[in-house]
């Protein structure tokens, strides 16, 4: 036959034969075997999505497995034509081929997203973490849909391998991949009559880590970072106090006036990453036992009157002093890590980022016990005087009570140490003036970051322009994940939306109720479960974490959940569809079969009864 000829000419090719031979695939075996550790070690200290970026799903990666494929391929066909003797060691091979065909397969056409549902209400559209970015022509009323690769490097121009767009005429121009949404300014062209002055600042103190913030003369004089007034005074005005203070940067919320606390019960005040207030729990209640909100559960490990850093450990001083703060011990679901977190009732914005990373802030409001120490501190400014004629340097001025205490001439990159709260032997809080901006004008930016182990994946960047445009710079945008935005391109508009790509089932889920059990004594669910009806239709069906619902070749898994303050609660289900699980099956059966067989082959009662019969 031509092809059994073919085949006795391509095993006496050279590359044939290292194709099947064993110095491919020990080598290949074992630089897989450290590939796969790899990814295990980047998969508990950082996160799952950041390990299939970087090792499962690579396309080296991939190309790995297709090599690891062909050559248990070309390993068994070296043996054609097959003998008795190697009918185990066949069907091992066909085993792995399905086997390994089979997760290809997964990986390629698999899906598996998120469908979140609020209760009373219905869904089909599942969240996948693929990126898209979809374009809608306001002119010719089309929608299209353009898959963008995530990755951990910076891309620009032809480095995007990305030409799609350039039907619709734009362009990408850039991919970051890890960022965070800044809004700074900058100032306006020279002869521009804006005299407005813009100035950044940041702290540092044994107490906490480095924080900042911008103040304008205009849009935003003055500002609240926990219980002082950081304050913007130009060209020897009065500098009095605006009425409305206007924060310009997203505010997961400051300490309130001590004259605002009402009761004598000290409180935990729960949010989610956008300031929305989620929950507030009495500190006396979750000293006897633990709450959930939004799936996490939190507990009280300690509280301090007068938390200090002494030895690079936080300790209480004791007494009513003046930085309170409490010890949180946070976990999301039954086997999520443990996180530890800090909340200071003065320094809302300070945080160890354990609650960030699970999509929960804390404010720490406490009793009226402190009240007096607290009124203490609230009384305390900080002035930056500066001149939109000489803009180069302010003087920083420290007020307790109405009365300047400390006073010193700055300039941009100087860091001034003042005497504002020093603690344990410690000297107070430096603050440095890190930029002073003339003709001060709002923009809106992002920042590349870098990736904090245990928390969450960043949100990643692109910038659009116009493939037309003469000044790419002021022409295009920046659309972080989840962003609708407009982008106007000659005559022609566009609606932008980039962010993960959305895929809608075959068929809705209803979600006629949501059910949650916990450990006696603990807010910490036993167990969670949700009664659906598909289409809206037919019995009710019971989706737990133990019991998913397989409906035309999909798989839900009941996933998370998210308790409603005062309305609905909402189920997030886990949506899978594997097409190649049948290959996948029927290569693990084929593989025992042949390990089996082989094993049976290779006994001394097999050799013995063997002899025998050819005796």
């Given at each position: 036959m031509p092809e059994m000829k073919f085949l006795e000419l391509a095993k006496k090719n050279r590359v044939f034969q290292f194709m099947a031979s064993v110095k491919m695939a020990v080598p290949l075996m074992l630089g897989l075997a450290v590939i796969v550790a790899i990814g295990t070690v980047v998969e508990s200290r950082y996160n799952a999505q950041l390990a299939g970026i970087?090792?499962?799903?690579?396309?080296?990666?991939?190309?790995?497995?297709?090599?690891?494929?062909?050559?248990?391929?070309f390993a068994t066909l070296a043996r054609f034509p097959f003998k008795?003797?190697?009918?185990?060691?066949?069907?091992?091979?066909?085993?792995?081929?399905?086997?390994?065909?089979?997760?290809?397969?997964?990986?390629?056409?698999?899906?598996?997203?998120?469908?979140?549902?609020?209760?009373?209400?219905?869904?089909?559209?599942?969240?996948?973490?693929?990126?898209?970015?979809?374009?809608?022509?306001?002119?010719?009323?089309?929608?299209?849909?353009?898959?963008?690769?995530?990755?951990?490097?910076?891309?620009?121009?032809?480095?995007?391998?990305?030409?799609?767009?350039?039907?619709?005429?734009?362009?990408?121009?850039?991919?970051?991949?890890?960022?965070?949404?800044?809004?700074?300014?900058?100032?306006?062209?020279?002869?521009?009559?804006?005299?407005?002055?813009?100035?950044?600042?940041?702290?540092?103190?044994?107490?906490?880590?480095?924080?900042?913030?911008?103040?304008?003369?205009?849009?935003?004089?003055?500002?609240?970072?926990?219980?002082?007034?950081?304050?913007?005074?130009v060209d020897g005005s009065d500098g009095a106090p605006n009425s409305k203070i206007v924060n310009k940067r997203v505010d997961h919320g400051v300490a309130p006036k001590v004259a605002q606390r009402g009761g004598s019960g000290a409180l935990l005040i729960v949010k989610d990453t956008s300031g929305a207030e989620l929950a507030k729990i009495s500190l006396s209640d979750l000293k006897k036992k633990s709450r959930s909100v939004k799936g996490v559960t939190i507990s009280l490990v300690k509280t301090y009157q007068q938390a200090v850093?002494?030895?690079?450990?936080?300790?209480?001083?004791?007494?009513?002093?003046?930085?309170?703060?409490?010890?949180?011990?946070?976990?999301?679901?039954?086997?999520?890590?443990?996180?530890?977190?800090?909340?200071?009732?003065?320094?809302?914005?300070?945080?160890?980022?354990?609650?960030?990373?699970?999509?929960?802030?804390?404010?720490?409001?406490?009793?009226?016990?402190?009240?007096?120490?607290?009124?203490?501190?609230?009384?305390?400014?900080?002035?930056?005087?500066?001149?939109?004629?000489?803009?180069?340097?302010?003087?920083?001025?420290?007020?307790?009570?109405?009365?300047?205490?400390?006073?010193?001439?700055?300039?941009?990159?100087?860091?001034?140490?003042?005497?504002?709260?020093?603690?344990?032997?410690?000297?107070?809080?430096?603050?440095?003036?890190?930029?002073?901006?003339?003709?001060?004008?709002?923009?809106?930016?992002?920042?590349?970051?870098?990736i904090a182990p245990g928390a969450s994946l960043p949100e990643s960047a692109i910038f659009v322009r116009p493939e037309s445009s003469d000044s790419p710079e002021n022409a295009g945008i920046w659309l972080v994940e989840g962003d609708f935005k407009t982008l106007q391109a000659g005559q022609n508009t566009y609606d932008l939306h980039y962010g993960s790509r959305r895929l809608d089932l075959p068929f809705s889920l209803s979600l006629e109720k949501f059910e949650k059990i916990d450990y006696p004594g603990s807010e910490m669910p036993m167990s969670f479960q949700s009664t659906v009806r598909v289409n809206g239709e037919g019995e009710p069906i019971?989706?737990?974490?133990?019991?998913?619902?397989?409906?035309?070749?999909?798989?839900?898994?009941?996933?998370?959940?998210?308790?409603?303050?005062?309305?609905?609660?909402?189920?997030?289900?886990?949506?899978?569809?594997?097409?190649?699980?049948?290959v996948k099956y029927a290569g693990s059966l084929i593989l025992c079969v042949g390990i089996m067989i082989f094993s049976i082959m290779k006994s001394e009662w097999y050799k013995k009864k063997h002899l025998k019969g050819t005796a």
């Open positions: 970087l090792v499962y799903r690579s396309s080296w990666f991939e190309a790995l497995m297709v090599l690891l494929w062909i050559n248990i391929l008795k003797k190697h009918t185990g060691f066949v069907i091992t091979h066909i085993g792995l081929l399905a086997l390994l065909a089979g997760g290809m397969i997964t990986g390629r056409y698999g899906i598996d997203g998120q469908l979140r549902i609020v209760e009373g209400q219905s869904g089909n559209r599942v969240v996948l973490p693929e990126l898209t970015l979809e374009v809608g022509d306001l002119k010719q009323h089309t929608v299209a849909s353009y898959p963008i690769k995530r990755g951990l490097d910076m891309r620009t121009g032809s480095g995007l391998h990305f030409s799609g767009l350039k039907k619709a005429g734009l362009v990408i121009e850039k991919f970051l991949p890890f960022v965070f949404r800044e809004q700074s300014y900058t100032s306006a062209p020279a002869g521009s009559d804006i005299p407005d002055v813009a100035l950044n600042f940041s702290l540092k103190g044994s107490m906490f880590g480095p924080a900042g913030d911008w103040l304008h003369s205009k849009d935003r004089p003055e500002g609240q970072m926990g219980p002082t007034l950081f304050r913007l005074v850093v002494a030895e690079n450990k936080l300790v209480d001083q004791g007494g009513k002093g003046v930085n309170p703060a409490i010890e949180l011990r946070l976990q999301q679901g039954r086997d999520g890590k443990p996180v530890r977190e800090i909340s200071f009732a003065n320094y809302p914005d300070f945080s160890l980022n354990g609650g960030a990373s699970l999509g929960v802030l804390f404010q720490y409001v406490p009793g009226n016990e402190l009240s007096e120490a607290q009124a203490a501190v609230s009384e305390t400014q900080i002035e930056f005087r500066a001149s939109s004629q000489d803009p180069g340097r302010v003087t920083l001025a420290l007020l307790k009570d109405g009365k300047r205490i400390f006073s010193k001439a700055a300039k941009t990159g100087e860091t001034i140490e003042t005497p504002w709260m020093p603690q344990g032997g410690h000297s107070g809080i430096k603050i440095s003036v890190d930029s002073i901006i003339p003709r001060a004008i709002l923009t809106n930016s992002v920042q590349p970051i870098e019971l989706i737990s974490m133990n019991e998913p619902l397989k409906f035309l070749g999909y798989t839900l898994y009941q996933s998370s959940y998210e308790l409603g303050q005062g309305g609905p609660s909402a189920s997030i289900f886990s949506v899978n569809k594997d097409p190649g699980r049948p």
